[in-house]
């Protein structure tokens, strides 16, 4: 399995930025780094996915670490609606293409 | 709603008896994924199918637990004999292709086993 690690918890202020951090030191060339969140009581949602550039989409933005042995989501401006377990994943297209290791995920709580 | 779309959502079942539980994914989308979550923990990859076949079966169990996705209808995990154990939620996914394609999620089914 391809290994990430990921704070437990955090917690933020809404209206504020925040940055979720993922360590993958064993990442390889062909992994790509994906980003999913679940709500309570709701299936994993897509954020954002990227291979070695930055990435921005309507709902967050990707940083990679230049060796890519890490990477931050940030949310520009958390909402309460924003509190989920964050994901990071990485995902070897060639030989692992069909799946997702799930590790344990960031908890993140918004406070209003 | 184009979505993913598992039922039941609520699931209770007693020990002995058998579980279904049904996936349709996204329009367009042939290819399905099944993961298992526990309390308090991450989802674990259980099957992956394409339309008629079983690709990637690593993560089901040897035994009472198949997967099917016909060519027509939705795909099926099917628990047979159930256990307290297999109390979880079970979440179905499917992508458009292989690749690096997103996979949309379910909203999952709760199974629970008196």
């Known amino acids: 399995d391809a290994k990430t690690t990921q704070p437990n918890s955090m917690e933020s202020n809404e209206e504020e930025p925040v940055h979720l951090p993922c360590n993958h030191s064993t990442i390889s060339g062909t992994d790509y780094i994906h980003w999913y969140r679940q709500l309570p009581s709701q299936g994993p949602e897509y954020v954002i996915h990227g291979l070695t550039s930055n990435v921005n989409n309507r709902m967050a933005s990707l940083a990679i670490a230049e060796d890519r042995k890490s990477s931050t989501l940030i949310l520009h401006r958390a909402t309460l609606r924003d509190a989920a377990v964050y994901y990071c994943?990485?995902?070897?297209?060639?030989?692992?293409?069909?799946?997702?290791?799930f590790g344990s995920g960031t908890k993140l709580n918004v406070k209003p | 709603n184009a979505g993913v779309m598992q039922n039941p959502r609520h699931l209770v079942r007693r020990r002995g008896q058998e579980a279904r539980l049904r996936c349709s994914p996204m329009k367009g989308h042939s290819h399905v994924y099944w993961y298992r979550q526990l309390p308090e923990e991450g989802l674990k990859f259980m099957v992956y199918l394409q339309k008629e076949n079983i690709i990637d079966e690593s993560g089901m169990p040897k035994e009472r637990f198949s997967a099917e996705f016909p060519k027509e209808g939705p795909s099926i995990l099917r628990i047979q004999q159930v256990v307290r154990g297999d109390s979880a939620a079970y979440f179905c996914a499917s992508s458009q292709n292989t690749g690096n394609q997103p996979q949309h999620f379910g909203d999952g089914t709760r199974l629970s086993i008196l």
């Open positions: 994943i990485l995902r070897d297209v060639p030989d692992n293409f069909n799946k997702f290791y």
